[in-house]
């Protein structure tokens, strides 16, 4: 009988499960669209029963036509942070990780960040401190914090329903502020849990994320179809899963992950970390990431179709209006901060602008100056990593759905100065979720067996096109990269007012 590996990608804005067979096929996907919820300026959540009730849907389907399963594995937006009550039940909305609410307990708890981040590994942030979550929680909702008894990441949550089992894996632990991920050893810091005042006994264990966490329970068997015992493996955080699935393990190798959010991504053999990544341990030992992450890359599309132009239903259909503008967009530039950012300014009071507007401009020069605004701040997260690292890679992959945009990568390839990749489909967060699922049921032996399959990247790949736009880009480029300094302030201020 043909083993059946399943991948849950779970995100912020949409679920994906997805079955593979031994040799990395796709053999089914199935989706389901998540409603964000923003209350208020800086909160991002998500209703966690609505989330569960999405993928118990998106399961359903997916057994429905493909039989029965042979092992689970779980790839996940991060940090999503999730607080439990006695009986491992919600206490509050989820917060993702484009919540800003807790920004200034960071630089109140932190004081000197350059201490932090040798201390940690990462700079403090709200994207690489949950635990600042957690503070915020305590002192704006004492209610609802009486009853946590303990908390966990969106990975943690879903394995936790589906086996009854609780833990947390390196990838997540990486970013709660809570860890010195510099230590090859992924461990709780008791100095740093106290320094952000965390109970340590609401702290999950940390556990491997091809490790066996448990077994689909029968009451999870009877919800979904799938045969109760199968292995269920933690998982990881998504870019890491991608990354696994890309066999990604050498130093300095990178690719950039096109989500929601969008990464660029390091190997690295040593904890060499820079302050403007966002850093982590691997799914492979002795090994950590570095991303360049920002936060509404992909986001920035879904934003242009919800809430400027809802009559526009695709991406491709951004694209062709798109396409009625010229390089440069005919003077129009967009800063692509709508929910503040991460990388490469770490802000999370920024705001996104189009700068430039004049009558003349049209609906296709705006859409035109996001995508370029897009991959001005790739441009700057690449600069970071040859400044530090003296990495200036020649091609670069993209996996995720808006990596497929031939037009989108076009525009990536010159603004990067560099040849633009893709695979042959999108879904590498599912596969290396699958992945971990079949180690952790022992159809493989361990992360280094040779039969595992990866990623297969595509033959086509996008060359930088003319000097002449080139040069067109590069202009605008450095007129971008002075319009933030610039802005800051007024940007805080009118943040304060929303």
């Known amino acids: 009988m043909t083993k059946v590996f399943l991948g849950i990608d779970a995100g912020t804005s949409a679920i994906k499960v997805c079955a593979f067979d031994t040799n990395g096929n796709l053999l089914k996907k199935v989706q389901r669209f998540v409603p964000v919820i923003t209350p208020y300026a800086l909160w991002v959540e998500i209703d966690l029963e609505r989330y569960w009730e999405l993928l118990l849907e998106a399961l359903q389907e997916m057994t429905a036509q493909t039989g029965p399963v042979s092992s689970i594995g779980l790839s996940t ?26 920004d200034s307990i960071v630089r109140s708890v932190v004081g000197d960040t350059v201490a932090f981040q040798e201390r940690s590994g990462n700079r403090a942030s709200t994207s690489t401190c949950w635990a600042a979550n957690l503070m915020w929680v305590q002192q704006n909702e004492p209610e609802v914090w009486k009853n946590v008894r303990s908390v966990c990441m969106l990975n943690s949550y879903i394995a936790m329903r589906m086996t009854g089992e609780l833990a947390i894996d390196p990838t997540q632990a990486s970013y709660s502020g809570l860890m010195d991920v510099k230590q090859a050893q992924p461990q709780w810091h008791p100095d740093l849990v106290a320094l952000w005042q965390t109970p340590a006994d609401y702290l999950p264990p940390i556990v491997q994320g091809s490790q066996r966490l448990g077994s689909v329970t029968l009451e999870m068997a009877a919800l979904t179809g799938m045969p ?49 990544f966002l850093n982590r341990h691997h799914v492979y030992p002795n090994r950590w990431l570095a991303h360049g992450a920002m936060s509404t890359l ?34 129009l530039i967009f800063l692509p901060y709508l929910a503040g ?50 990495l200036k890679p020649k091609r670069m992959v993209g996996v995720g759905g808006g990596s497929h945009s031939r037009f989108w990568a076009q525009i990536k390839a010159d603004v990067l100065c560099l040849e633009y990749g893709t695979t042959e489909f999108q879904d590498a967060g599912a596969l290396g979720a699958a992945l971990l699922g079949a180690i952790a049921g022992d159809h493989f032996s361990g992360l280094e067996d040779a039969a595992l399959p990866s990623v297969k990247i595509s033959s086509q790949w996008v060359k930088p096109s003319s000097a002449h736009k080139q040069d067109i880009y590069q202009r605008h480029f450095e007129i971008f990269t002075r319009l933030y300094p610039v802005l800051a302030t007024s940007m805080h201020e009118l943040g304060q007012k929303a």
């Not at 990881?236 to 899963?241: G, H, L, Q, Y």
């Not at 190997?267 to 970390?273: H, L, S, T």
């Not at 995508?371 to 003296?390: C, D, N, P, V, Y």
Request: charged share 20%; with cysteine; net charge negative.
């Open 228 to 276: 109760a015992g199968i292995a269920v493996a933690l998982g990881v955080a998504d870019t890491a899963a991608a990354a696994f699935a890309m066999q990604l393990r050498d130093n300095g190798q990178a690719f950039e992950s096109v989500g929601t959010s969008g990464v660029i991504t390091f190997c690295m053999d040593q904890p060499n970390f820079d302050a403007g």
């Open 77 to 102: 937006t991060c940090p999503t942070t999730i607080l439990l009550d006695s009986e491992r039940r919600p206490v509050r909305h989820a917060m993702v990780y484009l919540d800003g609410r807790a």
């Open 298 to 331: 992909g986001g920035s599309f879904g934003w242009l179709q919800s809430k400027v132009w809802p009559e526009v239903k695709s991406l491709a259909e951004l694209e062709r209006l798109a396409q009625e503008s010229l390089p440069g967009a005919n003077g």
């Open 341 to 390: 950012e991460r990388s490469p300014i770490w802000d999370s009071e920024a705001s996104a602008a189009w700068i430039g507007l004049r009558l003349g401009h049209t609906r296709g020069d705006m859409i035109r100056a996001v995508f370029e605004g897009t991959a001005f701040g790739l441009r700057q997260i690449m600069g970071l990593a040859e400044s530090k690292w003296g």
